[in-house]
């Protein structure tokens, strides 16, 4: 019924329109706490981060905690990167100076964090997208990984995100191709560990070919982001 579906998205917006709508209380909540978030000092930041992992023993859902620990991650990244990163600005379409996260970018994380797909076009910093996702489901204590597509990204991505991370008191680490299985297990017990798919793969296959779990590399899975999850998937 091609008239009925084109008289409900002018009235309602399509599918999408209406998800994107629905992330803007969210973003809105996270861009108000910019105040809160930048009178802190740096070692604030870090218990403001212990805080939230107690909570989240103590009970609160993720999604409880998301506003708070958004907006740690975009403090954190603002004070570490600083107009350093140039990105294109969603509106104007310009290159400028990364201040901090832009609104698309936190609406692209929490979307990583619901399990979804972000689809963004090249400029719009997927890398500071999947921030966000990662310190927020790190705060279980279970380890995230980050899927890249090649060891070179890995390592860049892992090095420059790492501190804004080491701020806000969480570990990070990256598996390239060549590191033994000390290397290894040692990166996997970080917080967050970015690498490729083909390193995580066989991680695991391999893993679950040895007799004595002691000997594994890999915690048991908890949370992963993709990036280029098309063509990785």
Same mark, same amino acid.
């Given at each position: 019924?091609?008239?009925l579906d084109t008289v409900l998205r002018f009235f309602i917006?399509?599918? @999408?329109?209406? $998800?994107? /709508?629905?992330?803007?209380?969210?973003?809105?909540?996270?861009?108000?706490?910019?105040?809160?978030?930048?009178?802190?000092?740096?070692?604030?930041?870090?218990?403001?981060?212990?805080?939230?992992?107690?909570?989240?023993?103590?009970?609160?859902? *993720?999604?409880? *905690?998301?506003?708070?620990?958004?907006? *740690?991650?975009?403090?954190?990244?603002?004070?570490?990167?600083?107009?350093? %990163?140039?990105?294109?600005?969603?509106?104007?379409?310009?290159?400028?100076?990364?201040?901090?996260?832009?609104?698309?970018?936190?609406?692209?994380?929490?979307? $990583?964090? %619901?399990?979804?797909?972000?689809?963004?076009?090249?400029?719009?910093? /997927?890398?500071?997208?999947?921030?966000?996702? #990662?310190?927020? @489901?790190?705060?279980?204590?279970r380890g995230v990984h980050v899927v890249t597509v090649n060891?070179? $990204?890995?390592?860049?991505?892992?090095?420059?995100?790492?501190?804004?991370?080491? $701020?806000?008191?969480?570990?990070?680490?990256?598996?390239?191709?060549?590191?033994?299985?000390?290397?290894?297990?040692?990166?996997? #017990?970080r917080d967050i560990t970015y690498g490729t798919n083909n390193?995580?793969?066989?991680?695991?296959?391999?893993? @679950?070919?040895?007799?004595?779990?002691?000997?594994?590399? %890999?915690?048991?899975?908890?949370?992963?982001?993709?990036?280029?999850?098309?063509?990785?998937?």
């Open positions: 019924m091609p008239l917006g399509s599918r @999408n329109e209406r $998800l994107v /709508k629905a992330l803007w209380p969210s973003v809105n909540k996270i861009l108000d706490l910019f105040p809160k978030t930048n009178a802190l000092s740096d070692a604030e930041l870090k218990e403001y981060t212990g805080r939230l992992k107690e909570r989240r023993r103590d009970g609160e859902s *993720l999604e409880d *905690l998301l506003v708070e620990a958004f907006a *740690l991650v975009r403090e954190a990244s603002w004070r570490v990167l600083g107009n350093r %990163q140039m990105v294109k600005d969603p509106v104007s379409g310009e290159t400028i100076p990364y201040k901090a996260h832009f609104p698309v970018q936190l609406m692209g994380g929490i979307v $990583l964090h %619901q399990g979804k797909i972000a689809e963004m076009v090249t400029g719009e910093g /997927k890398t500071f997208v999947a921030t966000p996702a #990662a310190f927020l @489901n790190a705060l279980d204590g060891d070179y $990204l890995a390592r860049r991505d892992a090095e420059e995100q790492g501190r804004v991370l080491a $701020l806000l008191g969480m570990s990070c680490g990256y598996i390239l191709t060549d590191m033994d299985n000390e290397e290894r297990r040692e990166m996997y #017990a390193e995580f793969g066989f991680d695991y296959l391999r893993d @679950n070919m040895k007799v004595d779990p002691r000997t594994q590399v %890999q915690r048991e899975l908890h949370y992963a982001v993709i990036d280029e999850v098309d063509s990785i998937l």
